[in-house]
C-alpha cells in the first residue's frame, strides 16, 4: 500500500544526474550517510537496493530532473527518491518472464510495507514540485 512520508527534523538532499549515472551515485551517497549514521550493515545493504530500485524507476518512467533526499528521525530513516512526472508508481503483479517490473515489489518487501508516493516539493529547488517515492526503516 502507498502511503505519505513521515517528516523527521534532520535532512540531507543530492540532486541527481539525469542518466544512468544516478544509480550509482545514489547507492554511493546512501551507502556512505547511513554507514555514517550507524546503520547495521544488513539495514545499509537493503536501503542501497531499494535506492537503486526507486532511482531506476525515475529515470525510466519519470521525468528529470531528479533528487535523492534522506530523512533522519530519531526512530527511522525515510529515503525519498524525487522526480518531474506525473503518473503515481503502481505495483504489478509479478511476471516471472519480464525484465522488469519487481522494484516496488522488492522495495515492499525489504520495507515491511513502509513506502509511498506523493506530490512533494523538491529539497535542493523549493519552487519545483514533483513526486516523491520513498521507503522508511527502523533507525534501530
Not at 539495514?43 to 521525468?63: C, F, I, P, R
Not at 509479478?94 to 522495495?107: K, M
Request: aromatic letters at 6%.
Amino acid at each position: 500500500m502507498l502511503r505519505s512520508a513521515p517528516q523527521s527534523r534532520i535532512q540531507y538532499a543530492w540532486p541527481l544526474p539525469g542518466d544512468a549515472l544516478a544509480v550509482r551515485h545514489a547507492r554511493t551517497t546512501i551507502r556512505d550517510l547511513l554507514t555514517g549514521l550507524g546503520l547495521p550493515a544488513g539495514l545499509v545493504d537493503d536501503a542501497v537496493l531499494m535506492t537503486s530500485e526507486l532511482v531506476t524507476n525515475a529515470l525510466l518512467y519519470g521525468d528529470a530532473p531528479y533528487e535523492l533526499a534522506v530523512n533522519a528521525g530519531r526512530k527511522e530513516i525515510v529515503c525519498v527518491v524525487v522526480d518531474s512526472g506525473r503518473p503515481l508508481p503502481a505495483q504489478r503483479p509479478p511476471d516471472l518472464d519480464a525484465e522488469r517490473g519487481r522494484g516496488l515489489h522488492i522495495v515492499a518487501v525489504l520495507s515491511d510495507g513502509f513506502y509511498g508516493c506523493h506530490p512533494q516539493r523538491y529539497v535542493t529547488s523549493p519552487d519545483r514540485t514533483g513526486k516523491a517515492t520513498w521507503f522508511a526503516l527502523p533507525r534501530g
